[in-house]
């Protein structure tokens, strides 16, 4: 048993040290001391912040993160231009060589103003216990207890399996990446995986409801609870009991590693699958591999104030970065997320239908994803191709009205 929960049962209240956000934190005797607020959460808990949206355009907070991150933001803001998206960004840069996380709190405070953010990839350079994770930190402080990600095949794309269509419905908070490890004693390091019914429960729900909405047939709720039997176990048990809300959607369940073997064998046999923080990391980039690779997909973010759009599989790039090599495609798939998330679905639609031009009908791609294209090759055609579309703007000013814009 951790000494953690030992010294709970003695009444014993000492201050824990763990990967956590803050370093040490101070736990007194309450119902269950592992799922204390942090100082952040503490600050922010009562502000309410108005979402920001001025003259009808909507502020986005862009977190640009390391490595390719940056020139990738660039290229999204160029696309978002060229097409008239009524979206500002405010940009908050986190460098992850400084000490401290008075920018992780800024980041923070501008997600909760207006509501929506992008974000590549944030490194956590420092191995400082001190210096947490910024991208968990960021997911655990906004409770964006969901993660979203539509693994779809694109015609063309050499790729080990074609004509995949998964979605993933991740947990996006607590699990193994609870952030919570300590040393016991020198050379004896502990680290706690939390799964509370709630939250098990909550994500259990968005699959089931999610495939209902969409038309989906199937629900596969992915564990290990042959080993982990309470942790996991009540992971399974609670996509047991929310599935008798869904008679309609039919539900499996699969071990881990045999999910990693059928992936690889026969993925088409799965529709939505339902999995913890660490094994959706997994799954992941497992499902990537077989379509073609990291360079395609976005991921999406959702807890119930806020939401934050990504590239799919999180990953920095730093080692291509500033090459011009970098696939556009991720980031440019997040912006059009956001778009949609916002209701701008007319201009998602055009940047999405130029993307899928360049692409795959007229091949213009990364080395990546088997072309020899840069990345300003794909940019540019996009752009090219944005002129020929038609949007229909929704203005909210005094009259209520719409027109229709040729651009």
Known sequence: MSLRYVQKLQ???????????????????????????????????????????????????????????????????????????????????????????????????????????????????????????????????????????HCKSLPGIPARHQNIDIVLIRQNTYGEYAMMEHEAVPGHVESLKIMTEENAERVARY????????????????????????????????????????PNIQHENMIIDNTCMQLVSNPHQFDVMNLPNLYGTIVANVICGLIGGAGLLSGRNYGDYYAIFEPGTRNTGTAIAGKNIANPLPMINAGI???????????????????????VEMGIRTPDVGGSNTSTDVINSIMDYLPNSNIVWPHEDDFMQQREVRI
């Open 337 to 359: 997320d956001l778009l949609n998330h916002l209701g701008y679905k007319d201009h998602a639609r055009i940047i999405h239908e130029a993307s899928y031009k360049t692409v």
């Open 207 to 246: 699959a089931f409801e999610y495939a209902r909405q969409q038309g989906r047939k199937k629900v596969t709720t992915i564990h290990k609870a042959n080993i982990m039997k309470l942790s996991d176990g009540l992971f399974l048990e609670m996509a047991k009991k929310v599935h008798k809300d869904y």
């Open 11 to 149: 009444g014993i209240h000492t201050p824990f040290l763990c990967r956590s956000y803050p370093f040490l934190v101070t736990k007194e005797k309450s119902k269950d001391v592992a799922f204390t607020k942090s100082s952040l959460q503490k600050k922010y808990k009562d502000l309410e912040f108005p979402r920001t949206k001025y003259g009808g355009r909507s502020v986005v907070t862009m977190l640009p993160g390391g490595g390719i991150g940056p020139e990738l933001m660039t290229y999204v803001r160029e696309i978002f231009s060229h097409c008239g998206a009524p979206i500002d960004f405010e940009v908050i840069d986190i460098d992850p060589s400084t000490q401290g996380n008075e920018d992780l709190e800024n980041a923070i405070v501008s997600i909760k103003r207006n509501g929506t953010a992008i974000k590549g990839n944030i490194e956590t350079t420092s191995q400082n216990l001190n210096e947490i994770s910024r991208n968990v930190a960021i997911r655990n402080e906004l409770d964006l207890y969901v993660n979203v990600l």
